[in-house]
């Protein structure tokens, strides 16, 4: 079974801004969102994906994404519970890992996060100085509960 093990950070500042390699634009809606399991429909630039996890233990999931038509993508989103997650992801590499940075508008506008994924749970990565908190077991900052709770509500 394939593992998304992955750290979820508030940013302390704006420096990381300079170390941006590139970015995409991202529109993504959930089919279910319940704590048990998500099913997620996301479009990523000109791409799109269909993503079912299961649930949280640490900060380890299952995770299961498979590519699908972009034609198919758009139809799905137009299923999703509302309000739709939107945001730019920005990547930024630093060391071994990529940091993806996101900065959500639309309903969760003002909210960024830091994420980077891991291959394990203690698995040790450079901590960068514009990092801030970890938030990776506050569930408000779950893509799958801002849609029912947005950040412009907090």
Same mark, same amino acid.
Not at 36 to 44: G, Y
């Given at each position: 079974?394939?593992?998304?093990?992955?750290?979820?950070?508030?940013?302390?500042?704006?420096?990381?801004?300079?170390?941006?390699?590139? @970015?995409?634009?991202?529109?993504?809606?959930?089919?279910?969102?319940?704590?048990?399991?998500?099913?997620?429909?996301?479009? @990523?630039?000109?791409?799109?994906?269909?993503?079912?996890?299961?649930?949280?233990?640490?900060? *380890?999931?299952?995770?299961?994404?498979?590519?699908?038509?972009?034609?198919?993508?758009?139809?799905?989103?137009?299923?999703?519970?509302?309000?739709?997650?939107?945001?730019?992801?920005?990547?930024?590499?630093?060391?071994?890992?990529?940091?993806?940075?996101?900065?959500?508008?639309?309903?969760?506008?003002?909210?960024?996060?830091?994420?980077?994924?891991? *291959?394990?749970?203690?698995?040790?990565?450079?901590?960068?100085?514009?990092?801030?908190?970890?938030?990776?077991?506050?569930?408000?900052?779950?893509?799958?509960?801002?849609?029912?709770?947005?950040?412009? @509500?907090?």
């Amino acid at each position: 079974m394939p593992n998304e093990i992955e750290r979820k950070f508030l940013l302390a500042n704006d420096d990381w801004k300079s170390e941006v390699t590139r @970015s995409v634009v991202l529109k993504q809606g959930y089919l279910n969102s319940t704590k048990e399991r998500t099913v997620r429909v996301r479009i @990523s630039g000109e791409q799109a994906y269909l993503t079912i996890k299961g649930p949280v233990t640490g900060v *380890t999931r299952a995770e299961y994404e498979y590519e699908i038509p972009v034609s198919d993508g758009l139809a799905l989103i137009d299923l999703c519970e509302q309000p739709l997650i939107e945001k730019t992801r920005y990547f930024v590499p630093l060391g071994d890992h990529l940091w993806e940075i996101d900065v959500f508008t639309g309903a969760n506008e003002g909210l960024t996060v830091a994420e980077i994924e891991l *291959t394990a749970e203690r698995e040790a990565f450079i901590r960068p100085a514009w990092l801030g908190r970890e938030v990776s077991d506050d569930v408000r900052y779950y893509n799958s509960s801002l849609i029912h709770r947005p950040f412009t @509500s907090w």
